[in-house]
T-cell receptor
Protein backbone atom coordinates (compact mmCIF):
# COMPACT_ATOMS: atom_id res chain seq x y z
CA UNK A 1 0.00 0.00 0.00
CA UNK A 2 1.16 3.48 -0.78
CA UNK A 3 1.32 5.96 2.05
CA UNK A 4 3.24 8.76 3.64
CA UNK A 5 3.84 9.30 7.34
CA UNK A 6 4.73 12.36 9.33
CA UNK A 7 5.51 10.97 12.76
CA UNK A 8 5.39 14.29 14.60
CA UNK A 9 2.15 16.22 14.92
CA UNK A 10 3.96 19.16 16.46
CA UNK A 11 7.51 20.47 16.28
CA UNK A 12 8.74 23.39 18.37
CA UNK A 13 12.05 25.09 17.68
CA UNK A 14 13.69 28.28 18.88
CA UNK A 15 14.21 31.07 16.38
CA UNK A 16 17.65 30.82 14.80
CA UNK A 17 17.99 27.10 15.49
CA UNK A 18 17.95 24.48 12.74
CA UNK A 19 14.65 22.74 12.13
CA UNK A 20 13.72 19.31 10.82
CA UNK A 21 10.27 18.04 9.89
CA UNK A 22 10.22 14.32 9.27
CA UNK A 23 8.55 12.34 6.49
CA UNK A 24 8.70 8.69 5.51
CA UNK A 25 6.93 7.06 2.61
CA UNK A 26 5.85 3.79 1.08
CA UNK A 27 5.17 3.75 -2.65
CA UNK A 28 5.16 1.49 -5.68
CA UNK A 29 7.97 2.26 -8.06
CA UNK A 30 10.17 5.29 -7.72
CA UNK A 31 8.69 8.13 -5.68
CA UNK A 32 7.90 11.67 -6.58
CA UNK A 33 8.14 13.54 -3.26
CA UNK A 34 6.85 16.97 -2.37
CA UNK A 35 6.69 19.36 0.57
CA UNK A 36 3.93 21.92 0.96
CA UNK A 37 3.26 24.55 3.61
CA UNK A 38 -0.13 25.79 4.76
CA UNK A 39 -0.63 29.05 6.62
CA UNK A 40 -3.85 29.62 8.58
CA UNK A 41 -6.93 29.96 6.38
CA UNK A 42 -4.88 29.57 3.22
CA UNK A 43 -4.36 26.90 0.59
CA UNK A 44 -1.21 24.83 0.46
CA UNK A 45 1.91 26.33 -1.09
CA UNK A 46 4.57 24.31 -2.86
CA UNK A 47 8.02 24.34 -1.20
CA UNK A 48 10.12 21.78 -3.04
CA UNK A 49 10.12 18.42 -4.78
CA UNK A 50 12.30 15.43 -5.50
CA UNK A 51 11.88 13.71 -8.83
CA UNK A 52 15.30 12.29 -9.61
CA UNK A 53 18.95 13.23 -9.38
CA UNK A 54 20.69 14.90 -6.45
CA UNK A 55 19.37 13.65 -3.13
CA UNK A 56 19.53 17.12 -1.58
CA UNK A 57 16.82 19.35 -2.93
CA UNK A 58 16.67 23.09 -2.32
CA UNK A 59 13.39 24.95 -2.33
CA UNK A 60 11.63 28.16 -1.42
CA UNK A 61 12.29 30.32 1.65
CA UNK A 62 15.61 28.60 2.45
CA UNK A 63 14.12 25.15 2.93
CA UNK A 64 15.79 21.98 1.72
CA UNK A 65 15.04 18.29 1.91
CA UNK A 66 17.10 15.16 1.68
CA UNK A 67 15.88 12.07 -0.13
CA UNK A 68 17.11 8.86 1.48
CA UNK A 69 16.10 5.82 -0.54
CA UNK A 70 17.34 3.22 1.93
CA UNK A 71 15.40 4.79 4.79
CA UNK A 72 12.47 5.79 2.54
CA UNK A 73 12.59 9.26 4.04
CA UNK A 74 12.34 12.81 2.79
CA UNK A 75 12.93 15.08 5.77
CA UNK A 76 12.47 18.84 5.45
CA UNK A 77 15.20 21.02 6.90
CA UNK A 78 16.19 24.63 7.36
CA UNK A 79 19.47 25.81 8.88
CA UNK A 80 18.01 28.75 10.80
CA UNK A 81 14.31 28.96 11.70
CA UNK A 82 12.29 32.15 11.51
CA UNK A 83 9.14 32.98 13.47
CA UNK A 84 7.42 33.40 10.09
CA UNK A 85 8.12 29.72 9.33
CA UNK A 86 5.44 28.77 11.86
CA UNK A 87 2.82 26.90 9.83
CA UNK A 88 1.48 23.46 8.95
CA UNK A 89 3.78 21.38 6.76
CA UNK A 90 2.66 18.51 4.55
CA UNK A 91 4.72 15.85 2.86
CA UNK A 92 3.22 14.25 -0.25
CA UNK A 93 4.17 11.34 -2.45
CA UNK A 94 3.17 9.92 -5.79
CA UNK A 95 4.50 6.66 -7.12
CA UNK A 96 5.58 6.29 -10.72
CA UNK A 97 3.32 3.29 -11.13
CA UNK A 98 0.16 5.03 -9.98
CA UNK A 99 -1.53 8.37 -10.32
CA UNK A 100 -2.80 8.96 -6.81
CA UNK A 101 -1.25 11.50 -4.51
CA UNK A 102 -0.88 10.74 -0.82
CA UNK A 103 -0.47 13.47 1.75
CA UNK A 104 0.80 13.08 5.27
CA UNK A 105 -1.28 14.18 8.21
CA UNK A 106 0.74 17.35 8.56
CA UNK A 107 3.22 18.67 11.12
CA UNK A 108 2.53 21.90 12.93
CA UNK A 109 5.76 23.85 13.25
CA UNK A 110 6.05 26.55 15.88
CA UNK A 111 9.12 28.75 15.95
CA UNK A 112 9.54 30.36 19.35
CA UNK A 113 11.00 33.88 19.42
CA UNK B 1 -1.83 34.25 -5.02
CA UNK B 2 -1.50 30.84 -6.69
CA UNK B 3 -3.60 31.72 -9.73
CA UNK B 4 -6.16 29.05 -8.88
CA UNK B 5 -9.61 30.38 -8.07
CA UNK B 6 -12.39 28.62 -6.21
CA UNK B 7 -15.98 29.66 -5.68
CA UNK B 8 -17.77 30.01 -3.42
CA UNK B 9 -15.50 30.74 -0.50
CA UNK B 10 -18.06 29.61 2.03
CA UNK B 11 -21.12 27.43 1.68
CA UNK B 12 -23.69 26.58 4.32
CA UNK B 13 -26.37 24.05 3.52
CA UNK B 14 -28.57 21.40 5.06
CA UNK B 15 -28.31 17.63 5.16
CA UNK B 16 -29.66 15.92 2.08
CA UNK B 17 -28.92 18.85 -0.19
CA UNK B 18 -26.68 19.03 -3.25
CA UNK B 19 -23.97 21.62 -3.89
CA UNK B 20 -21.51 22.43 -6.65
CA UNK B 21 -18.02 23.74 -6.05
CA UNK B 22 -16.19 25.44 -8.86
CA UNK B 23 -12.50 25.70 -9.67
CA UNK B 24 -10.56 27.58 -12.32
CA UNK B 25 -6.99 26.36 -12.76
CA UNK B 26 -3.92 28.48 -13.39
CA UNK B 27 -3.59 29.63 -16.96
CA UNK B 28 -1.93 26.86 -18.97
CA UNK B 29 -2.42 24.10 -16.41
CA UNK B 30 -4.08 20.97 -17.76
CA UNK B 31 -4.53 18.98 -14.56
CA UNK B 32 -7.04 19.68 -11.82
CA UNK B 33 -7.13 17.92 -8.48
CA UNK B 34 -9.73 17.95 -5.71
CA UNK B 35 -8.98 17.43 -2.03
CA UNK B 36 -11.00 17.31 1.16
CA UNK B 37 -9.44 18.59 4.37
CA UNK B 38 -11.05 17.87 7.70
CA UNK B 39 -9.75 17.77 11.25
CA UNK B 40 -10.22 14.03 11.68
CA UNK B 41 -9.26 12.85 8.18
CA UNK B 42 -6.49 15.24 7.27
CA UNK B 43 -5.97 16.07 3.60
CA UNK B 44 -7.60 13.45 1.39
CA UNK B 45 -7.09 13.23 -2.36
CA UNK B 46 -10.45 12.88 -4.09
CA UNK B 47 -9.96 12.92 -7.84
CA UNK B 48 -7.78 14.22 -10.67
CA UNK B 49 -8.67 15.31 -14.18
CA UNK B 50 -6.24 15.88 -16.99
CA UNK B 51 -7.34 17.80 -20.05
CA UNK B 52 -10.96 16.84 -19.56
CA UNK B 53 -10.48 13.20 -18.68
CA UNK B 54 -10.44 11.49 -15.32
CA UNK B 55 -6.87 10.49 -14.53
CA UNK B 56 -6.89 9.25 -10.95
CA UNK B 57 -9.44 8.54 -8.27
CA UNK B 58 -8.82 8.59 -4.55
CA UNK B 59 -11.14 8.40 -1.58
CA UNK B 60 -14.11 9.91 -3.33
CA UNK B 61 -17.56 8.87 -2.18
CA UNK B 62 -20.16 7.69 -4.68
CA UNK B 63 -22.29 10.68 -3.66
CA UNK B 64 -19.56 12.94 -5.01
CA UNK B 65 -18.72 13.50 -8.65
CA UNK B 66 -16.57 15.85 -10.65
CA UNK B 67 -15.89 16.90 -14.18
CA UNK B 68 -13.51 19.08 -16.12
CA UNK B 69 -14.91 21.16 -18.93
CA UNK B 70 -13.37 22.04 -22.31
CA UNK B 71 -12.20 25.39 -20.93
CA UNK B 72 -10.43 23.34 -18.22
CA UNK B 73 -12.40 24.63 -15.27
CA UNK B 74 -13.71 21.93 -12.99
CA UNK B 75 -16.71 21.36 -10.79
CA UNK B 76 -17.11 19.08 -7.80
CA UNK B 77 -20.68 18.00 -7.13
CA UNK B 78 -21.60 16.81 -3.66
CA UNK B 79 -25.04 15.28 -3.19
CA UNK B 80 -27.14 13.82 -0.36
CA UNK B 81 -24.97 15.79 1.99
CA UNK B 82 -24.29 14.53 5.49
CA UNK B 83 -22.95 16.30 8.55
CA UNK B 84 -19.64 14.52 8.08
CA UNK B 85 -19.15 16.16 4.69
CA UNK B 86 -18.45 19.46 6.42
CA UNK B 87 -14.86 20.26 5.49
CA UNK B 88 -12.56 22.49 3.52
CA UNK B 89 -12.45 21.48 -0.14
CA UNK B 90 -9.37 22.43 -2.10
CA UNK B 91 -8.79 22.48 -5.78
CA UNK B 92 -5.27 22.39 -7.16
CA UNK B 93 -3.84 22.53 -10.65
CA UNK B 94 -0.60 21.54 -12.29
CA UNK B 95 0.95 21.91 -15.71
CA UNK B 96 0.56 18.29 -16.63
CA UNK B 97 0.63 15.49 -14.11
CA UNK B 98 2.89 13.21 -12.12
CA UNK B 99 5.99 15.11 -11.18
CA UNK B 100 4.60 18.60 -11.60
CA UNK B 101 4.01 20.54 -8.42
CA UNK B 102 0.45 21.50 -7.65
CA UNK B 103 -0.84 24.99 -7.04
CA UNK B 104 -3.68 25.16 -4.56
CA UNK B 105 -6.68 27.42 -4.51
CA UNK B 106 -7.89 29.13 -1.33
CA UNK B 107 -10.52 26.47 -0.71
CA UNK B 108 -14.26 26.31 -0.20
CA UNK B 109 -15.44 25.83 3.36
CA UNK B 110 -18.56 23.67 3.35
CA UNK B 111 -20.74 23.53 6.43
CA UNK B 112 -23.59 21.04 6.49
CA UNK B 113 -26.19 21.70 9.19
Amino acid sequence: AQSVAQPEDQVNVAEGNPLTVKCTYSVSGNPYLFWYVQYPNRGLQFLLKYITGDNLVKGSYGFEAEFNKSQTSFHLKKPSALVSDSALYFCAVRGTTGNQFYFGTGTSLTVIP
Amino acid sequence: DSGVTQTPKHLITATGQRVTLRCSPRSGDLSVYWYQQSLDQGLQFLIQYYNGEERAKGNILERFSAQQFPDLHSELNLSSLELGDSALYFCASSLKTGYNEQFFGPGTRLTVL
